[in-house]
């Protein structure tokens, strides 16, 4: 069983352009979460995805940033016209409950590069 | 939502001593904590959850401890391997029923051969 899948592991973009970050989590989760890791922060959460739903979106920023889980396929985290601020590394986590007290399975990031 | 507090102060030990990790948390209590270990360039890795009625809780040679009273949640690494070195977080849920887990920033632990 494969883990959580994200890619690409490392991005580069001008600014400007757009940024399509994708994870598949791990077979047979259907909760998806993405967060985003600056240097020296801590992980900050972003959105909180079931398939073809968007549960929770607290975390993200009004514009340029949205996010999809659909029916078939990877859960897509996606910013537009990026700017230097944008730089991170961005992690998704799955899990096969609800529930948040069942362990999130993280991916290996991609690290976004704005230049 | 919650705040966490994690010592952002890297822990230098010695090999075969015990590390110990402190997170602070200052809102309501959680029904559940738990903590996470994350490698440079890596995405983090769960160790262990306890719950609120849970004192301690233990795998292999990690040791979690839960005090509601304090707000506190204790993480101890014995026999520390150099193989240990990494930055621990702490992760509990944002909000009161909320699903989505706040992290603390982690602390960086280093063990010396």
């Known amino acids: 069983n494969a883990g959580v899948m994200q890619n690409p592991r490392h991005l580069v973009r001008r600014r400007g352009q757009e940024a399509r970050l994708r994870c598949s989590p791990m077979k047979g989760h259907s909760h998806v979460y993405w967060y985003r890791q600056l240097p020296e922060e801590g992980l900050k959460f972003m959105v909180y995805?079931?398939?073809?739903?968007?549960?929770?979106e607290s975390g993200m920023p009004k514009e340029r940033f949205s996010a999809e889980f659909p029916k078939e396929g990877p859960s897509i985290l996606r910013i537009q016209q990026v700017v230097r601020g944008d730089s991170a590394a961005y992690f998704c986590?799955?899990?096969?409950?609800?529930?948040?007290?069942?362990?999130?399975?993280f991916g290996q990031g991609t690290r976004l590069t704005v230049v | 939502s919650q705040k966490i507090e994690q010592n952002s102060e890297a822990l230098n030990i010695q090999e075969g001593k015990t590390a110990t990790l402190t997170c602070n948390y200052t809102n309501y209590s959680p029904a559940y904590l738990q903590w996470y270990r994350q490698d440079p360039g890596r995405g983090p890795v769960f160790l262990l959850l306890i719950r609120e009625n849970e004192k301690e809780k233990r795998k292999e040679r990690l040791k979690v401890t839960f005090d509601t009273t304090l707000k506190q949640s204790l993480f101890h690494i014995t026999a520390s391997q150099p193989a240990d070195s990494a930055t621990y977080l702490c992760a509990l849920p944002a909000d009161y029923g909320n699903n989505r887990l706040a992290f603390g920033k982690g602390n960086q632990v280093v063990v010396i051969p």
């Open positions: 986590a799955s899990s096969p409950l609800s529930e948040g007290n069942t362990e999130a399975f």
């Open positions: 995805l079931q398939k073809e739903n968007i549960i929770d």
